[in-house]
């Protein structure tokens, strides 16, 4: 059973341009949650998917926005990129009732750098 | 403002005993759950507690108290492979699928 996938692993943008990352969840987990990981900070929450609506926000601007797909994958859009958005982006998966605790997954995130 | 607080580094010997801890101040609060993140790794849940008291899996234990707005995550028997950063993150709606709001970690280093 193949835990959560993100890809790509690493990428390399310059200021202004535009980023797409990718995430599958855990098998069976019908959740999306992205997270921002600055160097040496906590993960900040970015928002969350459940049947391919966005249901929750932190406190990001709207250059960031994303996306679920039918099978549960979710897609992470940054524009017009900033030195500031350079960090490990992280997915989560989880169920949205039902499931252990408040156990979410994490995928080995995409490290973002922009130069 | 939401706000957690852990101390940022952690220094402790092979088969000690570590307690990390961690105050929370957040508008919202349904449960308050321990990662452990490896350098270069993914987090991983280690515990939940959305109640007063302690939870025990194995060599880690967690503790909380409402009232108090704190929390701890007590190591046990250190290993080295426990050297990595712990966070404690607050759940701010009900359910396992709730936005996790994130202390900025504590460094555990373990010494043989």
């Known amino acids: 059973d193949a835990g959560v996938t993100q890809s790509p692993t690493h990428l390399i943008k310059t200021r202004g341009q535009q980023v797409t990352l990718r995430c599958s969840p855990k098998s069976g987990h019908d959740t999306v949650s992205w997270y921002q990981q600055a160097l040496g900070q906590g993960p900040q929450f970015i928002f969350q998917?459940?049947?391919?609506?966005?249901?929750q926000r932190g406190n990001f601007p709207d250059r960031f926005s994303g996306h679920q797909f039918p099978n549960y994958s979710s897609e992470l859009n940054v524009n017009a990129l900033l030195l500031g958005d350079s960090a490990l982006y992280l997915c989560?998966?989880?169920?949205?009732?039902?499931?252990?605790?408040?156990?979410?997954?994490f995928g080995p995130g995409t490290r973002l750098t922009v130069l | 403002g939401q706000s957690l607080e852990q101390p940022s580094e952690v220094t402790a010997v092979e088969g000690a005993i570590v307690q990390i801890n961690c105050t929370y101040q957040?508008?919202?609060?349904?449960?308050l759950s321990w990662y452990q993140q490896h350098d270069g790794g993914a987090p991983t849940f280690l515990s939940y507690n959305a109640l007063d008291g302690l939870e025990e899996t194995g060599r880690f234990s967690s503790f909380l108290s409402r009232s108090d707005s704190y929390g701890y995550l007590l190591l046990q028997e250190l290993q080295m492979k426990d050297s990595a950063s712990y966070f404690c993150?607050?759940?701010?709606?009900?359910?396992?699928?709730?936005?996790?709001?994130f202390g900025q970690g504590t460094t555990l280093q373990v010494k043989p």
């Open positions: 998917y459940y049947e391919e609506e966005e249901r």
């Open positions: 989560a998966s989880s169920f949205m009732t039902g499931g252990a605790g408040n156990e979410q997954f």
């Open positions: 957040t508008s919202g609060f349904y449960g």
């Open positions: 993150a607050v759940s701010s709606s009900s359910g396992n699928t709730g936005k996790l709001i």
